[in-house]
């Protein structure tokens, strides 16, 4: 069983900047696929940005370029910089790990508001 928390979550005007956290509860002998994903009032969950077991990258059209998805695996830990945030971008964002074995697991949410 994984415990995925997030963090860094909050209120930040139009242009502004967050760095969201994801901590895993353990480590792991391969690294785990892992996403951004956000949900907004009244809308479908969406991928934000995801990064695979060797490290490779992909984000969504509204992001790519404002936002990026790193990790740090001696730390379990995953991260997204968020960057000329829009109040699109409201919504709570969840972090999603996939393990070798297929298994997801999700955290249980930040909420980020962006104000115009």
């Known amino acids: 069983q994984v415990q995925l928390a997030e963090s860094g979550g909050g209120l930040v005007q139009a242009g502004g900047s967050l760095r969201l956290s994801c901590a895993a509860s353990?480590?792991?002998?391969?690294?785990?696929?892992m996403a951004w994903y956000r949900q907004a009032p009244g809308k479908q969950r969406e991928l934000v940005a995801s990064?695979?077991?060797?490290?490779?990258?992909n984000y969504a059209d509204s992001v790519t370029g404002r936002f990026t998805i790193s990790r740090d695996s001696g730390k379990n830990t995953m991260y997204l910089q968020m960057n000329s945030l829009k109040p699109e971008d409201t919504a709570i964002y969840y972090c999603?790990?996939?393990?070798?074995?297929?298994?997801?697991?999700w955290g249980q949410g930040t909420q980020v508001t962006v104000s115009s």
């Open positions: 990064i695979t077991r060797s490290g490779s990258t």
């Open positions: 999603n790990l996939v393990s070798a074995s297929n298994t997801a697991y």
């Open positions: 353990r480590s792991f002998f391969r690294g785990p696929a």
